[in-house]
T-cell receptor, first 112, second 115 residues
Framework: TQLLEQSPQFLSIQEGENLTVYCNSSSVFSSLQWYRQEPGEGPVLLVTVVTGGEVKKLKRLTFQFGDARKDSSLHITAAQPGDTGLYLC????????????FGTGTLLAVQP | NAGVMQNPRHLVRRRGQEARLRCSPM?????VYWYRQLPEEGLKFMVYLQKENIIDESGMPKERFSAEFPKEGPSILRIQQVVRGDSAAYFCASSKLAGGGYEQYFGPGTRLTVT
């Protein structure tokens, strides 16, 4: 059973378009993280959301944590080719261990 | 300040051989995590180590896989008698401390291909 389901699985858009990707679960999380992974590299942390309803902005990226802390979304405004990559949501699991449980991922391709 | 380093970046092994993957954490980090990324399964936790101790190996296959993080030197993920299903990208991450609030920094990964 996958705890974190991401949608869509694949997304191909033109430069300048807006997009939203989703991370959903039936479980409640104390926090949720978003990562971006470029081809041939490891994931890089973009943001951590902690409070239900929280909205965080990182330049053209807007992250929202659901009120019930079961879901999250990532909105990109005016996408650029440099935004291309695999977007992963994750939550830290296991108390002091802090191991990360990752979602299924959304593969984004932004065409110039 | 160098990031997490992994080597080799690419490793090709024939079935039955051993694979040794190395991870040097960021300076000052004493907590190491190994993850495996398979195309059909996504990124999955394997093992969490502190210096000289395995803390959580709940994601490690029961056979052929082992990990260590010695007092001196890099963390090693060892796969004995590799099979085609072991072909994947293996990522190491390090953090300064465990527990909430401490970010894990990922290395570039080792891509293992078993022929």
């Amino acid at each position: 059973t996958q705890l974190l389901e991401q949608s869509p699985q694949f997304l191909s858009i033109q430069e300048g378009e807006n997009l939203t990707v989703y991370c959903n679960s039936s479980s409640v999380f104390s926090s949720l993280q978003w990562y971006r992974q470029e081809p041939g590299e490891g994931p890089v942390l973009l943001v951590t959301v902690v409070t239900g309803g929280e909205v965080k902005k990182l330049k053209r990226l807007t992250f929202q944590f659901g009120d019930a802390r079961k879901d999250s979304s990532l909105h990109i405004t005016a996408a650029q080719p440099g935004d291309t990559g695999l977007y992963l949501c994750a939550f830290p699991y296991g108390g002091a261990t802090n191991k990360l449980i990752f979602g299924t991922g959304t593969l984004l391709a932004v065409q110039p | 300040n160098a990031g997490v380093m992994q080597n080799p970046r690419h490793l090709v092994r024939r079935r039955g051989q051993e694979a040794r993957l190395r991870c040097s954490p960021m300076k000052g980090h004493s907590h190491v995590y190994w993850y495996r990324q398979l195309p059909e399964e996504g990124l999955k936790f394997m093992v969490y180590l502190q210096k000289e101790n395995i803390i959580d190996e709940s994601g490690m296959p029961k056979e052929r896989f082992s990990a260590e993080f010695p007092k001196e030197g890099p963390s090693i993920l060892r796969i004995q008698q590799v099979v085609r299903g072991d072909s994947a990208a293996y990522f190491c991450a390090s953090s300064k401390l465990a527990g909430g609030g401490y970010e894990q920094y990922f290395g570039p990964g080792t891509r293992l291909t078993v022929t």
